[in-house]
């Protein structure tokens, strides 16, 4: 069973443009996150999302940033007009559908996607 | 979440257990108590969860006090690959997934 899956492990962009980040859940996971880690920070919450819907974004830059998770495909983290300080680690998480099962709310996390804006 | 305190750093000597503890002193009676580690920036990796009682799994063992305002991580027999900074986080699960919140963890060093 593969685990969640984020590509591109790492980008490379200019101030000014866009970065997309791709996360593909785990099999038969439902719920996605988005986190990010800046250099020798923790790791912050962004964004919740269900199949297409956004269920809690209080994580999010007002401005700039944007998430999907469309009802077919990869959800998508987008980055539009990157600056110097957008550089970090973004890390996707899934977990299953709720089920009223305690275990069922786990997060399983993907490798990550390293960002740098020059 | 309740707010959880660790200390910044442990060090382990290869083959013996770590005994990583976390404070959570003000744990609500409905907040899970969740461990996650992360090995040089790779993507966190869950360990473990409780509610009152002790939990072992293949990777470790979580010790909760009886009055769950403190717990204990232990890896019974620490690796080099055990080195990682080690996340002990409350959350609460009412029915509907939320977030972690990540503090900033213990750093594990294990030495041979």
């Known amino acids: 069973n593969a685990g969640v899956m984020q590509n591109p492990r790492h980008l490379v962009r200019r101030r000014g443009q866009e970065a997309r980040l791709r996360c593909s859940p785990m099999?038969?996971?439902?719920?996605v996150y988005w986190y990010r880690q800046l250099p020798e920070e923790g790791l912050k919450f962004m964004v919740y999302?269900?199949?297409?819907?956004?269920?809690?974004e209080s994580g999010m830059p007002k401005e700039r940033f944007s998430a999907e998770f469309p009802k077919e495909g990869p959800s998508i983290l987008r980055i539009q007009q990157v600056v110097r300080g957008d550089s970090a680690a973004y890390f996707c998480?899934?977990?299953?559908?709720?089920?009223?099962?305690?275990?069922?709310?786990?997060?399983?996390f993907g490798p990550g996607t390293r960002l740098l804006v020059l | 979440d309740a707010k959880t305190t660790q200390p910044p750093s442990m060090d382990c000597a290869e083959g013996r257990a770590a005994n990583l503890p976390c404070n959570h002193s003000?744990?609500?009676?409905?907040?899970?108590v969740y461990w996650y580690r992360q090995i040089h920036s790779q993507g966190p990796q869950y360990i473990i969860h409780?509610?009152?009682n002790n939990e072992t799994n293949e990777m470790a063992s979580l010790i909760i006090t009886e009055d769950r305002k403190s717990s204990t991580l232990i890896l019974p027999h620490a690796t080099l690959r055990d080195t990682a900074v080690y996340y002990c986080?409350?959350?609460?699960?009412?029915?509907?997934?939320?977030?972690?919140?990540f503090g900033t963890g213990t750093r594990l060093q294990v030495t041979l």
């Open positions: 998480a899934s977990s299953p559908p709720l089920a009223g099962i305690i275990e069922q709310e786990t997060q399983y």
């Open positions: 099999k038969g996971h439902s719920h």
């Open positions: 999302l269900q199949k297409e819907n956004i269920i809690d």
């Open positions: 003000t744990i609500s009676g409905n907040e899970y």
């Open positions: 409780g509610l009152k």
């Open positions: 986080i409350v959350r609460a699960l009412t029915g509907t997934a939320s977030k972690l919140t």
